[in-house]
């Protein structure tokens, strides 16, 4: 089966995705008629894995040409392992640095035209989340493996289906006879049954090495990078922390941080000088986020507590008390990141989700408590930049909407870079405020994931 045209299964409410925030109403038919447009070709796209990797390269300690050679050598490794019988130059990808953002490395897929993917006799089946994995890059890790027939050897090269319909069953040693599993690419085994499966046996490692997928996008991770010299992150997060432009000597807060890709990024952006807080709510988050501090060499004091009550209303302001965490003094931050937790549908290639209408709206009450902290903590002149990685309308331009009528002191700017696309009419929003905003999805010049970005400033 190729693609599938939609991620989510027929007894999914697909309207809620672009239904206008509780407050609001469309009323015109003709809005309604794009936004379903729109969303057609928003599912498709969702499913399809992206045409680029971006790498970000930590300015802190490294040079964007010395991570650039670093991919350039792996990319040439890779294709002598892999058994493509035409030349390798011409089915190299493109290695460019992106030409606005000077610390992004941009990896364009395989050239298809001149790739041809033949099935293999023997099979393996992974999960949908693997397989998300090993379309943008990843190899088969062992906890990823649900089948794999009986009488593979080490070194057999396989073929690899995802079970869309998750009934796949974990050890399975037949050949998988479902309509819904998906051929994903091919590849090498690396660790056989008995490796694999079993009772109290928790496996690790690389199961399958990837050799060839069908989104073309060279399987290469992020584990040939020296150590804190890059990170794989997609692009318009990296778009996110420019929008919020943090400054050397500022006080700047990260409110929902982990795993701390962008924690990392405003680190540099700020030479790691000056204050920055992040902040996580969940405990077995945070070591994540320290973690990754410590491989970026991130200057960044880490705090674990819920940040929908971080203010402190009853005291006056002092930079010292900052560094003992949360609760915070009213009017304390430059600048603050809230990259809200949300219902994430804005990942790709998403195969297949699951998610339920009630978990769907459980996030816009959330997202609206943690912006009453955010504006609460802002600073007169500050800059608030709200970012999601999902598609919905009312946990983006819903939220905006919301935003400019319950706080008066709020302004919408328009955003700097501007690599996105406008957002999309129905939330509330007049013209003008939809060009502020950007909403990454379909019709980018750079194939990436959903993700929408706002900043405001406080009067
Ligand atoms: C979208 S992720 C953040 C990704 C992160 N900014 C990055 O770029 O690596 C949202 C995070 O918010 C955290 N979170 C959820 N509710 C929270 C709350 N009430 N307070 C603080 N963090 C929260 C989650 O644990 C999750 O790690």
């Known amino acids: 089966m190729p693609y599938p045209l939609s991620p989510f299964n027929e007894n999914f409410k697909i309207e809620i995705i672009l239904e206008p925030s509780n407050d609001e109403q469309i009323n015109e038919i003709q809005v309604r008629k794009r936004n379903e447009v729109y969303l057609s070709i928003l599912l498709k796209w969702l499913c399809t894995s992206p045409q680029v990797t971006s790498f970000r390269v930590n300015t802190l300690n490294y040079t964007t040409n010395e991570v650039q050679t670093r991919i350039a050598d792996e990319i040439k490794k890779l294709l002598l392992k892999t058994a493509i019988k035409v030349q390798h ?51 088969i890790f062992a906890p990823g493996v649900l089948g794999m027939e009986s009488g593979i050897n080490k070194e057999d090269k396989v ?162 008390d900052i560094l003992n965490g949360p609760p915070f003094h009213l009017e304390i931050f430059d600048r603050i990141l809230l990259d809200a937790p949300c219902s994430g549908l804005g990942k790709r290639p998403q195969l297949s989700n699951n998610i339920s209408e009630k978990v769907l709206r459980s996030y816009v009450p959330l997202q609206k408590k943690l912006f009453k902290n955010a504006v609460g903590l802002l600073k007169t002149n500050g800059r608030l930049v709200y970012s999601t990685c999902t598609i919905t309308l009312a946990e983006n331009e819903g939220m905006v909407a919301w935003a400019l009528r ?41 194939d990436s994931v959903g993700f929408f970005i706002a900043c405001f400033i406080k009067k």
């Open 89 to 139: 130059d011409l089915i190299a990808p493109n290695i460019e640095i992106h030409s606005v953002l000077p610390e992004v490395i941009l990896l364009h897929n395989l050239n298809k035209n001149w790739l041809s993917l033949e099935t293999q006799l023997k099979e393996i089946v992974i999960d949908v989340n693997c397989a998300a994995a090993v379309l943008r890059g990843a190899h």
């Open 159 to 320: 073929s690899i289906y995802a079970d869309l319909s998750g009934k796949c069953k974990k050890g399975l040693l037949k050949k998988y006879e479902c309509l819904q599993k998906m051929f994903i690419g091919n590849g090498v085994v690396k660790m056989v049954r008995y490796e694999l499966f079993g009772e109290n046996l928790k496996p690790v490692g690389i199961a399958i090495e990837v050799t060839d997928t069908i989104s073309h996008c060279p399987n290469i991770g992020e584990d040939f990078l020296e150590n804190g010299s890059a990170i794989l992150q997609n692009l318009p997060s990296i778009v996110c922390t420019h929008i919020l432009n943090p400054k050397p000597g500022e006080v700047v807060l990260d409110m929902c941080a982990s795993p701390g890709n962008k924690t990392t990024h405003i680190a540099a952006l700020m030479q790691n000088m000056g204050t920055l807080i992040a902040i996580d709510k969940t405990p077995s988050k945070i070591q994540q986020l320290k973690n990754k501090c410590d491989e970026l060499q991130a200057n960044v004091h880490i705090f674990q507590a819920d940040s929908t009550k971080i203010m402190n209303i009853n005291e006056t302001n002092s930079i010292v």
């Open 406 to 446: 319950t706080f008066n002191c709020l302004e919408l700017i328009k955003v700097e870079p501007y690599l996105g696309g406008e957002g999309l009419e129905g939330a509330g929003l007049t013209e003008l405020q939809r060009t502020f905003v950007q909403r990454f999805g379909p019709d980018q010049q750079i």
